[in-house]
């Protein structure tokens, strides 16, 4: 036949949206087991992940046919890009679709924190009812921001809506961005760690920021401060965050990812106290997942029929 089809596969659980495109067979197949991606590579030009599927030498080389990796998200960190890029693989993602979720969500775990909300409704479903606990106000705390790239941005505005101060810490952004933002720049993580209430992390997961806040970043924190990672696993040390809930020196925190997910059943964070705890859900809204699966396919698609190399 003249004309063959380009077929992509769909490995990991997203909203891909309608997958009837003219010169493509996408097929989607969500939570494929890596022994079946390995098998079934060799048919494919192009594969979608979300972060569950390690995208590691070994995979890439089950593949070669394959021409372009798409991640549905923003991090990359789970595709191996030095190994990708030897095989003249391109590798995409989709880095705004699921800003404001991710955002909403650290939000979410700042206000819980808080607030006892995991403390409270475990202790009140025992049959308990503990009134004494009390909560921090957030209006006029400073909040702390590693990274004020897109989300951390996001974040920054919902805090300032909060009534709440924020400072940042980014040695990669503007001061034309911190302006604009109305966030005040901290020129070490050392300042921003000194002069705030509350922590949040928005960076990717690299090599520089790996473990970046451990036991003497966190010691440096205030006592009673609140911790919170919706970014990557790692980029708080998990053992140093167990270590600050259970001394006490930190008041509460707010965790959505782990260094490796799903947490091994006797992970340090899942005893720690005062920690909530979700499974990764940052990107996980109805909105996020439809515009982040429409963005991925789009752009892989785009990929695949030579439109990138034409520089659009
Ligand atoms: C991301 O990097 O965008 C998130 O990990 C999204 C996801 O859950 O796939």
Redesign the pocket.
Known sequence: SAKSVLRVLIC?E?NPGPLDFEGFSIEYVPNMPREEILRRLPEFDALIT???TRVDPELLNAGPNLRVVG???????NIDLDAASRRGILVL??PES?NVS?AELAVTHLMAAARGLTRSDASTRTGKWDRKFLGIELKDKTLGIVGLGRIGSIVATRAQGLRMKVVAYDPYIGDANFARLEVQRASSLAELLTSVDFLTVHTPLTEETSAMIGRDELAMLRPGAIVVNAA?GGIVDEAALAEALHSGHLFAAGID?FAEEPPAKDHPLLTAPNLGITA?????TFEAQER?GAEIVDRVLAALRGDVSRGA
Do not use: P
């Open positions: 990991d997203m979300r972060s569950r991640r549905g998200g923003v991090g990359v960190d993602n989709a699921n991710a990557r990812v990764h859900l940052g990107a996980n982040v």
